[in-house]
């Protein structure tokens, strides 16, 4: 009888010590891997470094010993000059207009020719612009421009770029946002391009799972006032470009109210860029990166979490309750 319980009690053990065994491993496995990764003989590619996250990150990923290539629109401008002159020999910049096959081959052809021993470590995807109207006051060619760059600058830079990051085993990084997953009055051209973007970051997380190569997306809320990328457009301007079949529907006094709206909503975002810099310096040097970063703040972030998981009865009847969405309601075909 004692022996039936000695047994009994070691088979009872068994399943407890392994999972702990497990656990154990898994804990200094992750130990292992929480050095940051070091830079020196490595490079970076990143598009968008004339001005604000993409200059941000340049500088401080030189500052970690990474071979930096910073992709600029205008090599000779102000924000690339002075790229140059505030890091090291490290850090080589090129011309780089994302929405250009030339641009983006010539860069290959640099990079390649500069790479240090270990190869290309990482694609900063940062490269985008923005700017806010309503649909109907958007014409063809807007869609078309912001989803030239913010789109279809990163997949033509992914495409030329992969074979490098694959023979490093590195890391692919994309700057979305949250409008590519929360629906909102204004945004919709930059709201298409960027859910375009992650549709396009998921796929390839997929299938460079296979080749040790990690993706991950950037989702910065409201950095407007602190990258200086926002368009700055009057509701006269706006006014301007439409025919008189829209003037009739959308009041100018309207208009005038969606321009200080949208400006005052910029105003109130976040005046500094390090949360977002922080998360773009974990995705390539982390050695268990997220698959998303989410950076909005702490009040925010409930809601954000929540929002791609409500019904759309749900999702669409959150603008109802803003003031502007009433007023809208209330101008529109207004004399």
């Given at each position: 009888?004692?022996s039936i319980?000695?047994i009994?009690?070691?088979?009872?053990i068994?399943?407890?010590?392994?999972?702990l065994?497990?656990?154990?491993?898994?804990?200094?496995?992750?130990?292992?891997?929480s050095r940051?990764?070091?830079?020196?003989?490595?490079?970076?590619?990143?598009?968008?470094?004339?001005?604000?996250?993409?200059h941000?990150?340049?500088?401080?990923?030189?500052?970690?010993?990474?071979?930096?290539?910073?992709?600029?629109?205008?090599?000779?401008g102000?924000?690339?000059?002075?790229?140059?002159?505030?890091?090291?020999?490290?850090?080589?910049?090129?011309?780089l207009?994302?929405?250009?096959?030339?641009?983006?081959?010539?860069?290959?052809?640099?990079?390649?020719?500069?790479?240090?021993e270990?190869?290309?470590?990482?694609?900063?995807?940062?490269?985008?612009?923005?700017d806010?109207?309503e649909?109907?006051?958007?014409?063809?060619?807007?869609?078309?421009?912001?989803?030239d760059?913010?789109?279809?600058g990163?997949?033509?830079?992914s495409?030329a770029?992969?074979?490098?990051?694959?023979?490093?085993?590195?890391?692919?990084?994309y700057?979305?946002?949250?409008?590519?997953?929360?629906?909102?009055?204004?945004?919709?051209?930059?709201?298409?391009?960027?859910r375009?973007?992650?549709?396009?970051?998921?796929c390839?997380r997929?299938?460079?799972?296979?080749?040790?190569?990690?993706?991950?997306?950037?989702?910065?809320?409201?950095?407007g006032?602190?990258?200086n990328?926002?368009?700055?457009?009057?509701?006269l301007?706006?006014?301007?470009k439409?025919d008189?079949?829209?003037?009739?529907?959308?009041?100018?006094?309207?208009?005038?109210?969606a321009?200080?709206?949208f400006?005052?909503?910029?105003?109130?975002g976040?005046k500094d860029?390090?949360?977002v810099?922080d998360?773009?310096?974990?995705?390539?040097?982390s050695?268990?990166?997220k698959?998303r970063?989410?950076l909005?703040?702490?009040l925010d972030?409930?809601?954000?979490?929540?929002?791609?998981?409500?019904?759309?009865?749900?999702?669409d009847?959150?603008?109802?309750?803003?003031?502007?969405?009433?007023?809208?309601?209330?101008?529109?075909?207004?004399?």
């Amino acid at each position: 009888m004692n022996s039936i319980l000695f047994i009994g009690q070691i088979i009872g053990i068994i399943p407890i010590s392994a999972v702990l065994l497990f656990l154990l491993a898994k804990l200094v496995a992750r130990h292992r891997l929480s050095r940051v990764h070091d830079g020196r003989g490595y490079a970076v590619l990143i598009t968008g470094c004339d001005s604000g996250f993409g200059h941000q990150l340049a500088r401080c990923l030189d500052h970690k010993g990474f071979v930096v290539f910073a992709g600029c629109l205008s090599p000779e401008g102000t924000g690339a000059l002075s790229l140059a002159r505030q890091s090291s020999r490290n850090l080589k910049i090129l011309k780089l207009d994302v929405t250009s096959e030339e641009d983006v081959q010539q860069a290959k052809r640099t990079v390649q020719e500069n790479l240090p021993e270990k190869g290309l470590w990482a694609v900063v995807n940062n490269a985008g612009i923005t700017d806010w109207a309503e649909i109907e006051w958007s014409t063809f060619e807007d869609f078309r421009n912001m989803i030239d760059v913010n789109l279809f600058g990163s997949i033509r830079t992914s495409i030329a770029f992969l074979p490098l990051v694959r023979a490093a085993k590195g890391r692919m990084v994309y700057v979305s946002s949250i409008f590519a997953f929360f629906n909102c009055l204004n945004m919709g051209a930059y709201s298409v391009s960027k859910r375009g973007l992650e549709a396009f970051a998921d796929c390839l997380r997929v299938e460079m799972a296979s080749f040790g190569v990690k993706v991950s997306i950037i989702q910065p809320g409201n950095f407007g006032q602190a990258t200086n990328i926002l368009r700055m457009k009057s509701g006269l301007d706006i006014w301007e470009k439409l025919d008189e079949e829209r003037k009739q529907i959308f009041n100018r006094q309207y208009l005038e109210l969606a321009s200080e709206y949208f400006m005052l909503t910029c105003k109130a975002g976040f005046k500094d860029t390090t949360m977002v810099i922080d998360a773009m310096l974990h995705a390539v040097t982390s050695p268990q990166p997220k698959f998303r970063y989410l950076l909005v703040s702490v009040l925010d972030r409930f809601f954000f979490r929540l929002f791609p998981f409500m019904p759309t009865i749900l999702t669409d009847a959150v603008f109802s309750l803003s003031h502007m969405y009433g007023k809208r309601k209330e101008l529109l075909y207004a004399k």
